[in-house]
């Protein structure tokens, strides 16, 4: 049975449970609000495939991408809905116009992320969007290969330790599956998230089923300065007014707490599939630094940083190549902006200390005791870098 030595190791990929025969793992919350396997030990026969699956325990080699490409898609509506240069829209749709599945994270009804399926062009706008919570993959890898069996095209996008884990559970290449990845600084706890929602809403009087949207890189503001967004309608009082809170991304204190690493999933601050280790065919990010690399490709509505690490990623890319502006650029350079590609993130000081008091007061309170001092030296940072770019605006 399945047998992490550090519970902290595991990603929460869920190939363990969907692997096993006599369905006896089920993964369960912790006290922090990420999902771990528990095992039903009288069910167990010990056939040892959950170890098999586990992309913790079986590890796959680091690998170079076969190229680099800025990137935005030339549809500035695809674009502004998508959270960097709008990539994964229009591979999704290539796969769905030839008759494939796509699968994704989407918002449920009670505002959690899980992973889903889209069989039709409609239904894909749900997955569009960075969600910084962990997603849950629930069911996602038994569909995946019940339609690849088929003989449906499938594209998988997820973090990289769900690839990861993903291609562990099917054992199998498949022509034709397709694997992207995003570039993944960490995830942060579900639970977290939904503190958060409920205690927004207790203050402006809005339950969470009342949410009508939620975009974590809203770009009223730009790319650049991507705001958290969301709209909710009041349980009594203004008849069904959609009311809107806007924050800048680094001012909103459950993103703050998030980009300062206060509750990421334990593993993510010792990731076993950075460095291209998940198998994915390609990868797709923010090209941060992108005024500095590929001036061109930057009008403020967001560019991507895709990496093709396959034959079969080359050929998925150049079916959307007509969809894109793109230009090939050094990996070196296109690394330099986003230090998530190659390494962990370190896990804050003060996560044990946030953790002992989850649940006990105000999540945005705690929130914001526990990241002052970092965030001002983060802020100075983040003006630093405004300064540069005006200056150079400043230049042309
Ligand atoms: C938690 C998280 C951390 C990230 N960290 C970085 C980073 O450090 N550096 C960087 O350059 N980029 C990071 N990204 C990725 C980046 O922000 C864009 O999502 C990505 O470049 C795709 O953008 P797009 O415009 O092509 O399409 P979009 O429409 O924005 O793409 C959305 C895609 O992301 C997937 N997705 C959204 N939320 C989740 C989730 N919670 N779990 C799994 N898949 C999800 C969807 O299934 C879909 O495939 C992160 C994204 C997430 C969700
Ligand atoms: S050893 Fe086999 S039966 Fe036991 S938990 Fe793992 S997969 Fe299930
Ligand atoms: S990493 Fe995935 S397969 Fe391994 S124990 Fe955790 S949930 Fe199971
Ligand atoms: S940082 Fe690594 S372990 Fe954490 S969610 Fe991303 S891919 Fe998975």
Redesign the pocket.
């Known amino acids: 049975m399945i047998h992490i030595v550090d519970k902290s190791a595991c990603v929460g990929c869920n190939g363990c449970a969907s692997v096993c025969p006599t369905q006896c793992i089920e993964l369960k919350a912790d006290e922090e609000g990420f999902s771990y396997p528990v095992v039903d030990v009288v069910k167990c026969i010990d056939c040892g495939l959950c170890e098999r699956v586990c992309p913790v325990l079986v590890q796959e080699g680091e690998r170079v991408p076969l190229h680099t490409y800025a990137a935005v ?1 030339n549809d500035n509506e695809v ?1 502004v ?9 229009p591979l ?1 749709v290539s796969v769905i116009a030839d008759g494939g599945v796509v ?4 918002f449920n009804d009670k505002w959690r ?1 899980v ?1 889903t399926h889209a069989q039709c062009i409609d239904e894909l706008y749900r ?9 849950e993959i629930g069911e996602c890898y038994k569909l995946a290969k019940k339609f690849l069996s088929e003989g449906r095209r499938v594209l998988f ?3 990289p330790c ?1 690839i990861a884990g993903l291609r562990r559970y099917l054992r199998k290449e498949y022509t034709n599956l397709i694997c ?1 990845d ?7 706890s579900p639970a977290v998230f939904n503190a958060y929602l409920c205690e927004e809403g207790e203050r402006a009087g809005f339950d969470v089923k009342d949410i009508r949207h939620i975009n974590f ?1 809203d770009k009223r503001e730009g790319w650049h300065a991507s705001s958290f967004v969301y709209s909710y309608v009041v349980a009594s009082g203004d008849e069904g007014k959609v009311h809107t809170k806007v924050e800048n991304l680094y001012q909103n204190l459950y993103c703050k707490g998030f980009i300062l690493d206060l509750y990421l999933r334990p593993s993510c601050h010792d990731c076993p599939s950075k460095r291209f280790k998940s198998g994915s065919d390609i990868s ?5 630094g992108v005024e500095d690399i590929t001036p061109e490709l930057d009008d403020n509505r ?1 560019t ?2 895709i990496f093709i690490n396959s034959e079969v990623g080359d050929r998925c890319f150049e079916s959307i190549a007509k969809e894109i502006t793109f230009k090939e650029i050094p990996f070196v350079e296109a690394i330099k902006g ?1 230090p ?2 190659n390494s962990s993130a370190i896990e804050s000081k003060n996560r044990k200390a946030f953790f002992q008091l989850f649940r006990k007061e105000d999540t945005a309170a705690l929130i914001h005791k526990l990241t002052k001092a970092s965030f001002k030296k983060k802020v100075q940072r983040r003006v630093k870098i405004a300064v540069k770019k005006i200056k150079k605006i400043v230049k042309i």
Do not use: E
Not at 81 to 89: A, D, E, L, N
Not at 103 to 106: C, E, K, Q, R, S
Not at 127 to 135: A, E, I, L, V
Not at 284 to 288: K, S, T, V, Y
């Open positions: 898609n674009r809905k998508s959270s960097s240069g709008g990539i994964f829209y999704a699968f994704g994270a989407v992320v992973h997955m569009r969007g960075s969600k910084y919570s962990q997603s996008t997820a973090t769900q992207v995003i570039i993944c600084h960490g995830v942060p890189r797709i990010a923010d090209l941060w967001g991507s940083l986003n998530q590609i």
